[in-house]
């Protein structure tokens, strides 16, 4: 491939021998790319912030022989700049950074809605348009809808009756009806599946309308069905601070 | 792959920091090439750092004795502590001879997404020695990339109510280098940094 160029988020690095970082990124076109930076981490490096966690940048790549290498960077939006300022959102955008390379771990598999899921949820979260835990909250549910494992907060996973349903099943895949009830199932309250619907369709106005009970119950909910589905858990997701 | 013990060798020296499996076996080849005394050096080093080093009990840094040679020296102010990452970045601002204060090191930076929260670092240590001390400021040295500005974040909101002066070291631009090749954010800090020039 040579030399190309890529819009990207920059997910997480790693130091690499002095003055070097290795550098995941989600990148539009090529999907998840681990690349080398080199002299990043020298004061005087050209590269300064650009390649910084939850940077959204356009960069041109080399083609290496098992890591590709950045030769230029632009910044495009300075989200990490914006959200390390602010601690609890710190850690919500490490939650969207760390679930993106979980989701994309399939390196150079094209993954355009991950991708902007991504930078969607940054943008949120640094443009402080809604609530920042709902902002995570609903996009791990459409990164897991992404990922093919759409939960169902209405009809029945299994039968596909209509719902709403009493029933929830993390091992079913969502609401289930009380013919297919799997053993453990939980009752979540139906206002929480009717919010987890609105997070997962980005019906924002009804979204915030919803009582922060049933925010905490959606939030357990996402999480379990998060962790269920990762083979383990997220690191960052015990870390997030929801204010 | 290379036989028992070459191998071991070459394994342990890759799980170094910053050394990847083709430096590891350039060292390991080094070592076995090497005068028997030049190696005997290096492990009775090895062995003393291990058996005489440990952390001091106040802040956290290197120290042969139970506090560091900083902790122990009573011309250092008081009133100021500087709060870094790591025992190097202590070497580093000794370096500039610029700073009388003491340290508190807090043994890395917050990072969510590798799993270190608050409670992996010595902050809860921080926090008790200023309890009840005559610090009046604290300066928040951590490292100037994003993780440690989320670090200097979460510490400015813990540091808030005890009514200290809480300071950052300035960010901004590199000596030496041209302000056209200055990232955004570097050059926001630096006008944010910016300080008036009465000379
Ligand atoms: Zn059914
Ligand atoms: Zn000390």
């Known amino acids: 491939m040579g030399l190309y160029r890529d819009e990207a988020v920059v997910l997480r690095t790693h130091k690499l ?30 590269f300064g912030a650009r390649l910084e966690p939850a940077m959204h940048v356009d960069l ?38 760390e679930t993106a390379e979980r989701f994309t771990a399939l390196v150079e598999e094209p993954a355009l809605q991950q991708f902007l899921l991504v930078v969607g949820a940054l943008r949120t979260l640094a443009e402080s348009a809604y609530d920042p835990a709902m902002v995570l909250d609903a996009f ?19 039968c596909g009756a209509p719902g709403p349903h009493k029933w929830f099943s993390l091992a079913g895949g969502g609401s289930v009806c009380g013919e297919c009830r799997p053993p453990a199932t939980a009752t979540p309250a139906s206002e929480t599946l009717t919010l987890l619907g609105n997070l997962m369709e980005g019906d924002w106005e009804s979204a915030v309308a919803s009582e922060a009970r049933h925010q905490r119950e959606a939030h357990g909910i996402v999480a379990a069905y998060l962790s269920w589905h990762l083979e383990h858990g997220l690191r960052s997701l015990p870390l997030v601070e929801r204010t | 792959m290379y036989e028992g013990v070459v191998q071991d060798l070459i394994d342990e020296l890759g799980r170094l920091p910053g050394v ?24 009775d080093v090895l062995r003393e750092v291990k058996e005489r080093v440990r952390f001091c009990s106040v802040c956290g840094n ?25 025992s190097k970045d202590v070497v580093a601002i000794e370096k500039t001879r610029e700073f009388r204060g003491r340290y508190h090191v807090l043994g890395g930076a917050i990072s969510p997404i590798e799993g270190i929260g608050p409670d992996n670092l010595r902050i ?24 440690g500005e989320a670090t200097a974040t979460y510490l400015a909101r813990m540091l808030k109510p005890l009514g200290l002066r809480v300071t950052r070291l300035a960010s901004g631009l590199p000596v030496g280098g041209d302000l056209e090749y200055a990232d955004e954010v570097t050059l926001g800090r630096a006008f944010e940094g910016r300080r008036s020039f009465d000379h």
Not at chain 1, 18 to 37: K, P, Y
Not at chain 1, 68 to 90: F, N, P
Not at chain 2, 124 to 147: C, F, G, H, Q, W
């Open chain 1, 17 to 46: 021998g002095e003055a070097d970082r290795i550098v995941t990124l989600l990148t539009r076109e090529h999907g998840q790319v681990r690349a080398v930076a080199k002299g990043v981490r020298r004061t005087m490096s050209k």
């Open chain 1, 60 to 97: 041109q790549l080399h083609t290496g022989r098992s890591l590709d290498i950045i030769t230029q960077a632009e910044t495009l939006h300075s989200y990490g700049d914006v959200l390390s300022g602010d601690y609890s959102k710190w850690t919500m955008a490490n939650a969207v950074l």
């Open chain 1, 140 to 158: 791990l549910i459409r990164s897991l809808a992404v990922g093919g494992y759409a939960p169902s907060f209405d009809a029945c996973s299994r």
């Open chain 2, 20 to 43: 990847g499996p083709k430096s590891a076996q350039r060292i390991a080849f080094h070592i076995l090439q090497a005068d028997p005394v030049d190696v005997r050096r290096l492990v």
């Open chain 2, 62 to 86: 290197v120290a042969e004795e139970d506090q560091c040679r900083i902790c122990r020296d009573g011309r250092r102010d008081h009133t100021v502590i500087c709060v870094v990452e790591e």
């Open chain 2, 124 to 147: 809860k240590e921080l926090m008790v020695r200023l309890a009840d001390s005559d610090v009046t400021e604290v300066i928040l040295a951590t490292d100037p990339n994003l993780e």
